[in-house]
């Protein structure tokens, strides 16, 4: 088989070559610096960024988890702070309910905008606003999209928006947030609609990188829509899926706006209690900063194995 | 000027802009001590915010004024939000070393200021000099905020719950305003008359989210004789018949008389909401609950009166009391915790003067008559002065507290670590009032074991 070269895109191995003219001679350890000082100098900013808001919280997190403040001062306690905070009752509970509501939300949340993107990309006509209708939540500040949830449509009464159309169905009402059995797939629910719409553009875009020939194949070969789905829009876009799939994952198990607005914190019998509205209670409310820490580094561990598969597959995408 | 001189001279601009940044965010404010001419600078926090105009035109009057008569001192105020101690936020502030000179705390907050080693001991300085007022002021108070002897804050309002009941829904329900429930089982008739009226309406309201579960869980406990922790604080002692009782009136008000409306999971506001639109009919809180519900709810003063906390066959052998204090940020120097105190004797502790300017509130929307805050002992000059002037300028119907003030229920501090422990009883309450098979046991005994187990990583 023939290679072809683009021109330009071929260069020598080694050290580039700069493209500005060449001054007089200097030391190796001098022409690197001054090559890439613009660069390092505009790398400071974001380094810095990261340094103070990101890295450092997060250094600062896993030496307070080893540490005890009390009266003012601070002491090194081992593992204390982790004994103490996995001997809480709540601890369990909080895991139990961040693991339901990331599977339940992987069910929802990532099969429900990948259909609506299947359905978008059928459209013929219509498409701009029909995309702007599901994108529309997203605009929408996620306090603003949780109260309308818990006043409008999860009101206990009749009143509410969900209850009139059961009742109107004649199918038995809920008490939704106020029902230990449905605070977390109520929570699924709002979560889902506040964030389609940035994931059904992702898939969109997968969507439309598929070639049309392939589908004009296999519906010369007489495959249907749901065939045609399985055989093609799923395999050919199965990276982004799978990429997809850990940001949700490493996102949804940090939930923390949704009990916090729509369950008032922990909701009936601590069924909306999630691992990081435990880290805020434990932090905020019980005098516990240590214990947080110790709290959020375990999080912070169990997510890195997420994060870990995540990086995986994007390296593979690119 | 070539291009990559151009990019160099960007680069170095924002390297010494990013420079600059930094050693200005690290460069440490020093206006909060003592001037060059001699002035005594000090933050304080708690401040009105702009929403509550009459509130804060107070305030600001009475900075002007106090500065008049200090010319040495210097009053910055700072406002910290609608609610001076939102926990999150004061937390945020404790741990990041952000409070004011004097900032504003819960009696409950004590320990978590001590532990933060924020907080500046005041004893040799809390004297009648400072404060003119100091030996009228309740020592219980005092003692709430004393650790090892040591005293931390000065107390400038105190509390005690009761009964709060809406007068307009106990007419149209055919009861008598003049006669509240004394007892869970008067409660309990009453709710299931007033929530017949329908529309909505709660006969009664309770609490069960964001501490405030727990905190009226403490209140209720108190009310049949019981305590949240044993007598050495060492371990949780509300798994019993009286804990139980208290869910129990709870359970039955919400299930089995369908007296407690649809919508659970309240917190403070949502249930003041609800109030001050009508819609509750008897809840348990602080005569300032009636002033919320009016000042930032829209009810109305003279639909609401106070009784005392109801007991379970009789009288409430207790009922929770609690307030709030200015603490002192460690580091001041003298001069300032002196000015400090001084600023707050003149507005919060001097009858005619700051909180207690009976003739500046009166014609404004906010009461006066209320019996509140407390804050001197009876019988010593203060108290007898405060409310002479109380008396005298009253723009509510003090009738309507008279039964309240009448019938006094021993007051009970709040337990050691409250705001913890009422996180943990929040899912106690919950449950009884969310699920109509909750199991009491179970409820108090997952409390009981969380509250252990907060105590022992205490120690």
Known sequence: MATTTVPGTTRAPGRPTSPYPAGPPRTSLGRKVRDNLTGHAFLIGAVLCFAFFSWYPMIRGVVMSFQRTRRGVTTWVGWDNYDRIIADPSFWTAWKNTFYFTILALVLGYAVPFFVAILLNEFRHAKGYLRILVYLPVMLPPASALFLFKFYAYDPGDAGLFNSILKALHLPTSQWMQSPGMTMPAMVIASTWMNMGGAVLIYLAALQNIPGELYEAAELDGAGIWRRIRHVTIPQTRLILALLAMLQIVATMQFFIEPLILANGTGAEDSATSVAYLIYQHGFFQNDLNGAAALGVIMLVVLAGFSAVYVRLSSKQD | ?459
Not at chain 2, 393 to 404: G, H, R, S
């Open chain 2, 1 to 459: 000027m070539s291009v990559p001189q151009y990019r160099k001279a960007a680069a170095l601009a924002l390297v010494a802009g990013l420079g600059l940044s930094l050693a200005a965010c690290s460069t440490k404010s020093d206006d909060a001590k003592t001037d060059a001419g001699g002035k005594v600078t000090i933050t304080v926090d708690c401040q009105p915010v702009g929403s509550q105009k009459e509130l804060l035109k107070n305030w600001n009057d009475d900075v002007v004024e106090f500065q008049r008569q200090n010319p040495n001192i210097v009053i910055k105020s700072v406002s910290v939000g609608e609610q001076c101690n939102n926990p999150p936020d004061f937390t945020a502030r404790l741990a990041g070393g952000t409070v004011t000179d004097l900032f504003y705390g819960y009696m409950t907050d004590l320990q978590q200021v001590l532990d933060s080693g924020q907080a500046m001991d005041i004893t040799e300085f809390a004297t009648k000099d400072t404060v003119p007022t100091w030996d009228s002021i309740d020592p219980a108070l005092k003692e709430v905020f004393t650790d090892g002897g040591k005293l931390y804050a000065v107390p400038v309002k105190n509390y005690s719950m009761g009964l709060v009941y809406n007068k307009v829904l106990f007419q149209r329900a055919g009861l008598d305003v003049n006669n509240p429930p004394k007892t869970w089982g008067e409660v309990r008739a009453a709710a299931k008359k007033i929530s017949a009226l329908g529309n909505g309406i709660a006969g009664y309201s309770e609490y069960s989210a964001g501490n405030t579960g727990g905190w009226h869980f403490t209140s209720l406990l108190y009310a049949q004789g019981g305590q949240v922790l044993t007598a050495d604080g060492k371990k949780a002692d509300f798994n019993n018949a009286k804990g139980k009782q208290v869910l129990q009136n709870l359970k039955d008000m919400r299930y089995g008389d369908n007296s407690m409306g649809d919508r659970q999971l309240l917190q403070w506001a949502d249930l003041l909401t609800n109030a001050g639109a009508g819609k509750v009919g008897m809840f348990v809180g602080a005569p300032d609950a009636t002033q919320a519900i009016v000042s930032q709810f829209q009810g109305k003063f003279q639909d609401w009166a106070m009784a005392p906390l109801p007991g379970q066959d009789g009288k409430a052998v207790g009922t929770l009391g609690g307030g709030e204090g200015y603490f002192f940020k460690k580091g001041l120097t003298p001069e300032q915790v002196k000015a400090g105190l001084k600023w707050i004797a003149y507005q919060k502790l001097t009858p005619g003067k700051g909180q207690f300017d009976y003739v500046r509130a009166k014609p404004q929307n906010y009461p006066v008559g209320l019996p509140q805050p407390l804050l001197f002992a009876g019988g010593s000059d203060a108290q007898k002065q405060e409310l002479e002037l109380r008396k005298a300028n009253a723009n509510v119907d003090t009738a309507n507290f008279a039964i309240f003030e009448a019938n006094p229920v021993p007051i009970k501090g709040e337990p050691r670590n409250a705001q913890a422990i009422y996180a943990v009883l929040d899912a106690a309450m919950s449950g009884v009032l969310t699920n109509p098979n909750a199991n009491i046991d179970a409820l108090l005994k997952t409390a009981e074991d969380k509250v252990n187990q907060l105590l022992a990583a205490e120690k």
